[in-house]
């Protein structure tokens, strides 16, 4: 095919992709989607998959006897069925069954047919749940030649750069055998070289990444209606991502970890956005820090941590007009900006917090994903607020910006034809996913039983003895000869572990967002009998936690969880790094009623639950409560996140329909 021919397939099908947004369902209409969702999936069972991978199975000793020449003829002719379209359920089943006798001769691992029923499920568009270990990679390996073939291109969306590029690298060989190449988007990698690796039939990256080039590309094809108008405009000879769209549509995307993406991820807009003016504000920013800290809380602003919003008092706003005049712009002159800017920068100095929101790495502030615990590269707060963050820290301010595209993960992955996905906890969704992008959700049951341990969880008054009692129960653990996992909420509370830790001479190793180039290496390591690992959540997302001899023997991993989450999937992801493929383990949640959770959902009922008593731990009808208490929070919390996704997902619609540019 000339290169030609190939640029106009690219505009073709980027600009179809572009119409094939669908608007979100509301009212009465939800009810009927997921109802018409239920029916039209009925077929597809745990049942109807397990006897599926029965016949599968029953197919495998045939195809182990036969020779590496008569294994590519069933390979070429399963490959012409799905190129073709004509593929039914016994096509897909001899399909399956030769991919994988591929993976066991190429690269020794032969999926279980729990694993083979993940695949068939995601084959049918279905999010799958499978626990921690039950091997979602090798699933995905299987699953995904199968989506290439018959959408000529599928997108598989992992946590991070360097997953992508593994899973791509050590995915590589079965997918070669298959006559299909992959290839892994990275963040270093130049425009000629995304598009390369776009024009691939498989293609690992991470949502950031490709979402971030799916924008860049509308901007550059602006309001071009048709492919024709485009390739007038750019001539087809122009270099990859100038002029032209180096994404060439959406077909077809598998997402791992996919409640992290398409439901916790889904708060938080994608925004390109471009520089403005320099950064002419710099001073003004700094001015409105000042003035926010000579104001007294309670007595002249009051703050919703929750909302994170501030307000000013009725002496508040006396005190700031007395400030204001000291101001050497003209926009203290004004009065409602002027207390803007103050606002907001008491929203950065009390509801945006180092080591819990974000960092500062090489002079910048570089804001931390709550939901797991890594940097976000090249990501900063919009109207104002990073600025503030800076100003807050005595930074160099950074130019303030103006948005050119804007896109959530939900309109995102909702204009795919075929979108499928896998995750460990993804049933407690199960709604979530019927209602916003049309998919069920399969619960695949475990190739072994569960053998993993949950203690009693023990509450505390404060944080300071909820730590102690976390380094007391590591060390006792530890001497017993097996590994520790200590998952925290924020940068901050795993520092603060790990020096409790160092002051008890306790050998240890920290996973934070700090310390995440090295986190393959530090994951490694975590399964030895022995080892102490205090992590954020990014240990619960992607990484695989192997046990030695020595350990499995002394009782396996225990996951000690210093904080409640804001969603139960969360905390049910760290615990799951223990008792993987039926390897014996524990996990047990440590609380203080000073956490987070409580103090932002609970404010009160926390706070007179911590009164009630003197005892440091709290035991009987007062432990039972303060479950009671964290629970509801929690669910508080999920309700919240719920809401604020729907109003992302109006706000789609919103743009679509009035600002179909952004």
């Not at 995601?122 to 749940?129: D, E, V």
């Not at 997918?175 to 390369?196: F, H, K, M, S, V």
């Not at 920013?285 to 000579?294: I, P, S």
């Not at 000291?326 to 803007?340: L, N, S, T």
């Amino acid at each position: 095919m000339s290169q030609a021919a190939t640029r106009y397939q690219a505009l073709f099908l980027s600009l179809r992709s572009r119409k094939a947004r669908q608007p979100a369902p509301t009212g009465l209409d939800k009810l009927a989607t997921v109802a018409g969702l239920r029916f039209a999936n009925r077929r597809i069972s745990v049942k109807w998959l397990a006897r599926q991978a029965e016949l599968i199975d029953a197919r495998s000793p045939a195809l182990r006897n036969t020779s590496d020449a008569a294994l590519d003829e069933h390979i070429e002719r399963s490959r012409e069925v799905f190129i073709r379209g004509k593929q039914n359920d016994d096509s897909t089943r001899e399909a399956l069954a030769v991919i994988r006798e591929v993976a066991r001769r190429v690269t020794g691992e032969e999926p279980y047919r729990v694993q083979l029923m993940g695949a068939l499920a995601m084959f049918h568009s279905h999010i799958i749940q499978m626990l921690t270990g039950e091997g979602k990679t090798l699933t995905a390996s299987i699953v995904a030649p199968l989506l290439a073939w018959r959408h000529r291109t599928l997108h598989v969306f992992t946590v991070n750069d360097y997953l992508a590029k593994r899973d791509a690298e050590g995915r590589a060989p079965i997918y070669d055998r298959l006559r299909l190449r992959c290839g892994a988007i990275q963040q270093e990698q130049d425009p000629a070289a995304r598009a390369a690796v776009y024009a691939l039939p498989i293609v690992y990256g991470t949502p950031k990444q490709i979402v971030a080039d799916y924008l860049r590309d509308q901007i550059r094809l602006g309001a071009v209606a048709s492919p024709w108008a485009a390739a007038r405009s750019a001539h087809p000879s122009a270099p990859a991502g100038q002029g032209g769209p180096i994404v060439p549509g959406l077909r077809a995307a598998m997402v791992d970890e996919a409640d992290g993406v398409l439901i916790d991820e889904a708060v938080v807009p994608l925004i390109i956005a471009q520089s403005r003016r320099g950064d002419e504000m710099a001073h003004v920013y700094r001015q409105a820090a000042a003035f926010a800290g000579r104001l007294v809380d309670k007595q002249h602003f009051t703050i919703d941590r929750l909302r994170r919003k501030a307000e000013l008092t009725r002496a508040g706003n006396a005190r700031c007009e007395e400030m204001f005049p000291a101001g050497d712009d003209p926009i203290w002159r004004a009065p409602r900006r002027a207390a803007e800017l103050v606002r907001q920068a008491l929203v950065a100095r009390y509801c945006y917090l180092k080591g819990q929101h974000y960092e500062i790495i090489d002079g910048r502030v570089q804001i931390v994903d709550e939901f797991t615990g890594r940097i976000l590269p090249d990501r900063s707060w919009e109207h104002g607020l990073h600025q503030s963050v800076e100003a807050k820290e005595s930074l160099e301010i950074t130019a303030d910006r103006e948005t050119l595209a804007r896109m959530s993960f939900q309109r995102f992955f909702r204009m795919y034809p075929v979108l499928c996905g896998m995750t460990g906890t993804a049933a407690d969704a199960t709604g979530e996913m019927e209602r916003t992008y049309s998919r069920r959700v399969i619960v695949i049951p475990t190739n072994r039983p569960v053998a993993r341990v949950q203690l009693p969880t023990r509450v505390f008054r404060t944080s300071r003895a909820r730590f102690a009692a976390v380094v007391e129960s590591i060390d006792a653990i530890r001497s017993a000869g097996r590994p520790v996992l200590v998952g925290t909420r924020s940068v901050e509370a795993s520092q603060t572990v790990a020096e409790l830790l160092t002051a008890r001479n306790v050998p240890h190793d920290v996973l934070n967002a700090v310390q995440d180039k090295h986190e393959a290496t530090l994951v490694a390591k975590a399964g030895r009998a022995g080892a102490v690992t205090v992590a954020t959540n990014m240990a619960g997302r992607g990484t695989d936690i192997k046990l030695d001899l020595q350990a499995r023997k002394s009782g396996g991993l225990h996951v000690a969880i210093t904080e409640m989450h804001s969603a139960t999937r969360i905390d049910r992801q760290l615990i799951g790094r223990a008792g993987r493929q039926g390897d014996p383990g524990s996990a047990q949640f440590l609380l203080s009623l000073e956490d987070e959770l409580v103090r932002l959902h609970t404010p009160r009922l926390a706070a007179a639950l911590k009164e009630s008593g003197n005892d440091e731990e709290l035991t009987g009808a007062s432990l039972r409560m303060a479950i009671a208490l964290f629970r509801l929070a929690q669910r508080r919390a999920e309700h919240r996140g719920r809401i604020s996704r729907a109003e992302v997902l109006r706000q789609d619609d919103w743009i679509e329909k009035h600002l179909p540019g952004l």
